[in-house]
């Protein structure tokens, strides 16, 4: 994948390897979402990479207006709620698709890649098995690749760059997060909304 991008312009490039990322976030997920979400995802996802590739304007704030409500009618008539953790996932991943057709600044990105750690985290909601865990290590160095790519100077710096460095970043990381993993108490209300955690 990053050998195909190579020839595009940075702004594309960069572009389409974090709409990538982003799809490997959320697949883990489509067998937990509403078929709804997952091909308006798809669609979303889809649609800005066309956008990208043929560097085209991105759709005025009315379409964006609309598919918002759109959504979030859908989540609401779903789950006949916005809170708990199923409709939370579910809208968090239709807000991230949907962030992608704004992503014009570095500020916005800055929301992509953190709604995308969001998300990412939400998979553990369903799954903590070793498979889950090695589907979110690969979607975690790809959104550390993003987010350092993104801190790079102008010009063309490789991927594989970006990529050596969040690779490190994680390396490093690693002995910190296995001691909080062992030491910092797991609250309930940090790890599940209160309301679920009452009624079980």
Same mark, same amino acid.
Request: aromatic fraction near 10%; hydrophobic fraction near 60%; glycine fraction near 8%.
């Given at each position: 994948?990053?050998? /195909?991008?190579?020839?595009?312009?940075?702004?594309?490039?960069?572009?389409?390897?974090?709409?990538? *990322?982003?799809?490997?976030?959320i697949a883990p997920q489509v067998g937990n979402?509403?078929?709804?979400?997952?091909?308006?995802?798809?669609? +979303?996802?889809?649609?800005? !990479?066309?956008?990208?590739?043929? !560097?085209?304007?991105?759709?005025?704030?009315?379409?964006?207006?609309?598919?918002? %409500?759109?959504?979030?009618?859908?989540?609401?008539?779903?789950?006949?709620?916005?809170?708990?953790?199923?409709? =939370?996932?579910?809208? *968090?991943? *239709? %807000?991230?698709?949907?962030?992608?057709?704004?992503?014009?600044?570095?500020?916005?990105?800055?929301?992509?890649?953190?709604?995308?750690? @969001?998300?990412?985290?939400?998979?553990? $909601?369903?799954?903590? !098995?070793?498979?889950?865990?090695?589907?979110?290590?690969?979607?975690?160095?790809?959104?550390?690749?993003?987010?350092?790519?993104?801190?790079?100077?102008? =010009?063309?710096?490789?991927?594989?760059?970006?990529?050596?460095?969040?690779?490190?970043?994680? +390396?490093? =990381?690693?002995?910190?997060?296995?001691?909080? @993993?062992?030491? $910092?108490?797991?609250? /309930?209300? %940090?790890?599940?909304?209160? =309301?679920? *955690?009452?009624?079980?």
């Amino acid at each position: 994948m990053l050998q /195909a991008l190579k020839n595009l312009p940075r702004e594309a490039r960069d572009t389409l390897f974090l709409l990538a *990322v982003i799809a490997c976030v959320i697949a883990p997920q489509v067998g937990n979402l509403p078929v709804w979400c997952s091909a308006m995802a798809a669609c +979303l996802l889809l649609w800005r !990479s066309y956008l990208a590739a043929r !560097s085209l304007a991105l759709p005025s704030r009315w379409w964006l207006s609309g598919l918002l %409500l759109l959504a979030t009618g859908a989540t609401f008539y779903t789950h006949r709620t916005l809170a708990g953790h199923e409709a =939370g996932v579910t809208y *968090v991943v *239709v %807000l991230l698709s949907l962030k992608t057709l704004e992503m014009r600044t570095q500020r916005d990105a800055f929301v992509v890649f953190f709604l995308g750690f @969001f998300t990412l985290l939400s998979n553990f $909601f369903v799954s903590q !098995s070793l498979l889950t865990a090695m589907a979110m290590l690969v979607g975690l160095l790809g959104l550390l690749t993003a987010l350092v790519n993104s801190h790079m100077p102008v =010009g063309r710096p490789p991927l594989m760059q970006a990529a050596k460095t969040a690779g490190w970043m994680a +390396l490093l =990381g690693a002995p910190i997060m296995a001691i909080l @993993f062992v030491l $910092f108490p797991r609250l /309930a209300p %940090l790890w599940g909304v209160p =309301g679920e *955690v009452a009624a079980g």
